[in-house]
Structures are given as C-alpha cells and as structure tokens.
C-alpha cells in the first residue's frame, strides 16, 4: 500500500511523464501546477465512441461516430474558403467541412478512402454537416477497434488538445501507485456514496472501464462522481466562506442612523416605507454600524420597492460625509434611479451625479473630476462607473442594482475607488428570487435580507392564456384600454438569441399594429437602437405620449411606469418563467387593475401549456423562481449564462441540490474545527487561482 498522503500537492506535475517546462506552461493557464493539480482536473463530460452510428440514423446536436467512404473531397469557395468532403455508407450520405485544412490533408482525402469520424452533427447548407470533426483514415476497418469504453472530455486551453490531456491524464494515473490521494472529508461522506478510496474513484472517471454505466456516467450520477462532486461543492462553499472571512477583516467606517435627515426624507414621501422595508433597513442599518464592510444582498420580487431601501441606506451614508455609488444595469435604469435619488435626495441638500457611456467627453470629465473632489455625494450610473479613473474622494457605500447582471469581478472593483483608502460597504439588491439552499451555496459570502410584501394598494396582474389565432381580440382589447387612458406594452420575444433577429421581429410587429390601430400611438424600443433613441421612446413612454410601446425584453429590468395596466406578451413559451414573471412586473405598479396577456404560438406542447400555467396561477416570484429551477436550472436564475461565472468541473447545482444542506453542515463543522483541513481542500480544489477569489 502506498504512502505519502500529501505529496501530490507538493509535486510538480514535471514528475509526470512526457511534462516538460512547455507544456507545463501551457497547464499552468489551466490552473495544473502539481500532480494533484492534474488528477482533480477531472473529465467535465463523457461522450460514448464505442460504436459507429449509420450515417441515416444521425440526429441533430447528437454527437456520434461515423464511418463511410469518400465519395468527394473539394476546396469550396463561399463567404469562407473551405474543405468539403462528402462520405457515405450504406445509409445515407454527410458532409464534413473544414475552414483549416492543408493540401496534404485534402489529397488523402481521395474518393473511395475509408474514413471514421467524430463530430456533432449540424444543419448546413446540404443536410446535416459536421464542422471540424477528429476523424481517422481506416486502413483495415476489422483491424481497428472504435473506443472500448467511454471516451473523457477535459476542459482545455490554447495548446492543448483533447488527446493529449487524455494522455497526460493516463500518466498521471500510474503515479497513484506510488502516492495516493489524501482524505480530507470525515468518513461519512465516503459512505455516503459507497467509495472508500480518492484513488479508485480517480482512475475509474478518468478512464472509464468497457463495461462502466454509460447513461448514469454521462449524467454524472456515478457514485464517484457524485463523491467529487460533494467535495467540488464544498470547495465552493468554503471558498465563499474564506473570501467573507478575509472581506470582513478589514475596516469599514461605522454609521449611525441620521435621525433627523432620515425624518426630513420620510416626510417629503408620499407614502410610508413598508413593514418589509423598514425591517431590511434595520438590517442595513445594524450592518453598518459594525465597523467591518457590510456584505448583504437584498432580495425583493419587482415592485417590492428596493430603491427606496437603497436611498435611505445611502442617506446614513452620506450624512456621515461619505460617498455613495449606484450601479444598475441600463442606461434606463440608471436613469430612473437618477431622478428617484435627486427627487429624494436633492431637497435635503445632497449632490447626486449621474455616469453613463452616452455621457459627452467633456461632460463626463466635468462629472468624474467631482467625483474624485468630493462635490456629489451620490453617484448613480452603469458600467461605466467601473472605469479606472473613475475615482471616488471617500466612498462609503457601493449598491448595486440587478446584481445577476454583473460579475463578482466587477462589484469587486468598486472596493478600490477610494482615494482616501477607505473600504465601502456593499449592498446588492436583485428582483430574481433564488430559493434559499442555493443562495446559500452560489452566494455564501453575502447576508440575506427579503423584502417579501408589496406595498399596498397593489392588484394583482390577471394572467391569461390565449392563442395567437386570437389576436384581433387582443388587438380589440388594446384598443379599449388606451381609450380609458391606460397605457400598452407589447412585448416581442427573441426567436433565437440574437439581438438582430428580435429587432426586426419586433419592427414588424409595430408596422401591423400601427396599420391596425390608427388612432394610437405607437412606440418602439429594441436592443438595436442608440442608447439616446431608445430613452427617448422610453421618457415618451413615460410621460404619456406614447399609449402602446413594442419592445424586445430589453423593457425587463426595472422599469417603472404606473400607469401601464396591459402586458401582452408574444410567444412566452420562448422564455424562462423568471423572465416572464420580471417582464410582467412591468404592470401593475399602480392601483388599477393589471392584466397580462400571454399570446402563445401555434404549437404549444402540454408541457408548455404546463409551464405557462404556473404564471397564471401565482404572482408570487419566490414559488415561480422554484419552478423555474426544477425546470430549466440554476443557470438561468442566477445569470451566470451571462457572466459565465461559477464554473464547475463536474458538479451541478440543479442536479446535486440534494446535497446542499450535507455540504453546509460539514463546512461549517470544517471552518469551526479544522481550519487546517479547510486549507488543503480550498488548494486541492483552486490551488493557484486561490488568489483571485475575494467577496
Ligand atoms: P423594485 O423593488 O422592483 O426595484 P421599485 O423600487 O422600483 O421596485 O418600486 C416600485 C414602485 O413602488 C415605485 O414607484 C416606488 O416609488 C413605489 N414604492 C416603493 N415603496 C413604496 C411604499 N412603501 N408604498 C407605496 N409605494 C412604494
Ligand atoms: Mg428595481
């Protein structure tokens, strides 16, 4: 039996066979820097070559291998130059398209060459195609086997490939016979999953055996994965843990409630703060008299009522003398919150600032040059507050607004703007529920407040179902509502994810409805348009001269228009219910009664129907947030799909939910008592990228 526990983190993966200064360059990028490094850079997927697919059974997207004959082989001249080879076999015919190819590569590509290939099948120009497959030429098809067992694939990067790292992969192995893994987690866990040795789990996912599970090792579901896959988990939630520890060391200065701005704030509202609200800010307000960075995230269905919180927040702040700064997503956002924060904030005597990317130069060097100075004391704007000159005089507090639509990175960029030093405290709000274990997990860092009542006086929206057979009473009905004085949006959904596409759909839409409804007017807002153009149709919007606004979902953050009372929303069945449940906060904000049509297509599954239907029978976010994730994953709720953060090797939030509260129990009982042990699962897990996690 072999010894030495905890060498592999202390060897340099050079001990591995065929690693050289070079490649071990090439492996640092991907954070491999010993051999433990390289063992726990586990296979992210498995893809199943152990037999060949007839050419006439391939399915779109369904990665497969092929073998036929070549019937063609030529250099073909379109938008891009490329190699096209045609084969068959007795079932049908594919093509497979190379845009880099060589001279060589083309001439052994002669007509009759028996060829075995590996790829996705695409829909191109002839029938499916498959782009750049790894494919082999076959000299005796009897005497070359397709893959025994399952085939890993391995996240890489520029120069390295797939074969290589599986070969890397098998010589790290043949090292466990010297050294083997340590066992970090209590021996619960290994029973837990019935694997009592790092080391066999290690060998079985990097190199699959013949006669392995195939379904339950694609679906990563195999006990040994699953046992990573718990120890991945942990290392996240851990890291997030340390990242809150070392945040919460430094200083932060400590505010007090400001009494008496706070009552002067409250008396020029026209309304009172919500139980719900006042109870966040008593939160907030605990936070920052602390004396550490208050890292607390606000959650609030739309409507809720964020923003005020946010102000009163701020007001603390920058009655002590500190600056505040406000990012939100849009220019339109950013605007809104603008005007909401002089309104309030401007009566009192505060200076509130607004920086956006539309800004002119010498405007925007006006506005930073004060800024820095010191002049304003609130600062509401988009990305373009992250900047680097942008630079604060004393910067107390950073809010951030839809947070989902930012990275960690970048919230963590506001922590540096003080030219004073001083370390503000943050605040992130988001409208997007997020049920509670995986919060816990994917924002471990941050304290939680809800604010889980609307302000009263609210109805809720009427949500109804109707086809899209039915449009000319939909159309009847707008037509009623904007002769009450009620205002209209029409939302236009994305027929695939571009932008383009969306505002050509929805251009076309508003030239039928303003053919069908001459007396209305109409406005429309797509991503396409200028950042000017698009405020302008929205101010319009808002100031009631515009009765019906068409839009893309670009409407879906944040805005606020009372009056608008009627929603429909062209084929809902495009999107997630989260988004739907945001877009349709964009009405009832006011005390009139709200409804929201859901204009769905021709061909809607039970299934959909099914999905759709949990919109008409709750307004509630945090039940359609559930929903939402059992039905589509974590992925989509927490917008990582946009910032491509929070990458697992081979967890998955949504599939190993289940072992959330196992993974919180065992890392809080870590951090209390083993420390040390902390340590060496956080290097196991992120070694040398450690650095870079911060809150
Ligand atoms: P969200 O939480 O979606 O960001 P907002 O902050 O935009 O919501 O608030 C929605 C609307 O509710 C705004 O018009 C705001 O002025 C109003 N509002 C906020 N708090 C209250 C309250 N306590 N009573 C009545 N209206 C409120
Ligand atoms: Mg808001």
């Not at 080879?85 to 398209?97: P, Q």
């Not at 699953?226 to 988990?233: D, K, N, S, V």
């Not at 979902?553 to 606020?560: N, R």
């Amino acid at each position: 039996m072999s010894a030495h526990p905890n060498e592999l983190a202390a060897l340099p993966v050079t001990v591995v066979k065929g690693v050289g200064g070079k490649l071990a360059q090439t492996l640092a990028k991907l954070g491999i820097h010993t051999l433990q490094d390289l063992l726990f850079h586990l296979p992210h997927r498995y893809v199943d070559r152990t037999r060949i697919t007839p050419i006439g059974k391939l399915r779109l997207n369904m990665a497969a291998v092929v073998q036929g004959c070549v019937v063609s082989a030529n250099i073909q001249f379109g938008r891009r130059r490329s190699l096209a080879c045609t084969i068959e076999d007795d079932t049908g015919s594919l093509m497979m398209r190379f845009y880099h190819f060589s001279a060589a590569q083309k001439d052994k590509l002669e007509p009759g060459t028996l060829v075995r290939c590996y790829g996705e099948p695409r829909m191109g120009t002839t029938g499916l195609e498959f782009y750049h497959p790894e494919y082999d030429i076959v000299d005796d098809p009897s005497a070359k086997p397709v893959e025994e067992a399952l085939t890993p694939v391995y996240g890489l990067t520029e120069g390295i490939t797939q074969p290589r790292i599986r070969k890397l992969a098998e010589q790290a192995l043949l090292e466990l016979k010297h050294h083997n893994p340590a066992e970090y987690l209590p021996p619960e866990v290994g029973q837990m999953f019935g694997v009592d040795s790092l080391a066999d789990a290690l060998r079985y996912l990097h190199a699959p055996p013949p006669d392995a599970p195939v379904e339950q090792l694609i679906a990563g579901l195999h006990p040994y994965q699953q046992r990573l896959a718990f120890e991945e988990l942990l290392a996240h939630y851990l890291a997030r843990q340390e990242a809150r520890a070392r945040a919460q060391a430094e200083a932060s200065p400590v505010l007090r409630v400001a009494e008496q701005q706070r009552q002067a704030f409250l008396a020029q509202l026209p309304f009172t703060p919500t139980f719900a609200q006042t109870r966040v800010l008593g939160d907030i307000n605990r936070d920052l008299q602390e004396g550490k960075p208050m890292l607390r995230m606000v959650q609030g269905d739309v409507g809720s009522g964020k923003t005020l919180v946010a102000a009163l927040a701020a007001l603390d702040v920058i009655s002590a003398g500190y600056q505040v700064a406000l990012v939100a997503p849009t220019e339109i956002l950013a605007e809104q919150h603008f005007i909401a924060f002089s309104n309030w904030l401007e009566p009192l005597g505060f200076n509130v600032a607004w920086l956006v990317g539309k800004l002119t130069a010498s405007k925007r060097r006006d506005t930073v040059a004060s800024i820095a100075a010191g002049e304003v004391d609130v600062v509401v704007g988009t990305h373009a507050l992250f900047q680097d000159d942008v630079l604060f005089a004393s910067l107390g507090l950073a809010i951030v607004d839809e947070q989902h639509r930012f990275g960690v990175n970048q919230r963590l960029t506001l922590r540096q703007k003080s030219i004073d030093g001083t370390i503000p405290h943050q605040l992130v709000m988001t409208a997007t529920p997020i049920p509670r274990t995986l919060a816990m997990t994917a924002y471990a860092e941050l304290d939680y407040s809800v604010i889980d009542e609307l302000p009263p006086g609210r109805t809720p929206v009427n949500t109804v179902l109707i086809s899209q057979k039915r449009r000319p009473q939909v159309i009847e009905r707008i037509l009623a509502a904007c002769k009450e004085n009620k205002q209209v949006y029409w939302v236009c959904t994305l027929v695939e994810d571009s932008e383009t596409l969306a505002a050509a759909n929805a251009e076309e839409t508003a030239e039928l409805l303003k053919n069908a409804l001459k007396d209305i007017n109409i406005g429309l807002v797509h991503g396409r348009l200028k950042a000017a153009e698009k405020e302008a149709v929205m101010k319009a919007f808002k100031a009631g001269e515009l009765q019906l606004l068409v839009a893309t979902t670009v409407i879906e953050v944040g805005v606020d228009v009372p009056n608008a009372s009627l929603m429909i929303i062209e084929n809902p069945e495009r999107l997630g219910l989260a988004q739907l449940h945001q877009l349709r906060g964009r009405v009832g904000r006011g005390s009139i009664a709200s409804h929201c049509v859901m204009l769905y297509g021709d061909k809607l599954s039970m299934q959909a129907k099914e999905r759709l239907g949990v919109m008409r029978e709750t307004n509630d976010g945090f039940e359609i947030a559930e929903k939402d994730l059992a039905l589509r994953g974590p992925g989509e709720l927490l917008g990582t799909r946009q910032t491509g953060e929070m990458e697992y090797r081979l967890a998955d939030l949504q599939r190993d939910a289940g072992m959330l509260d196992d993974i919180h129990e065992i890392g809080d009982s870590l951090c209390a008592h083993h420390p040390e042990t902390v340590e060496k699962i956080l290097n196991r897990w992120f070694g040398a990228r450690r650095e870079y996690m911060q809150a």
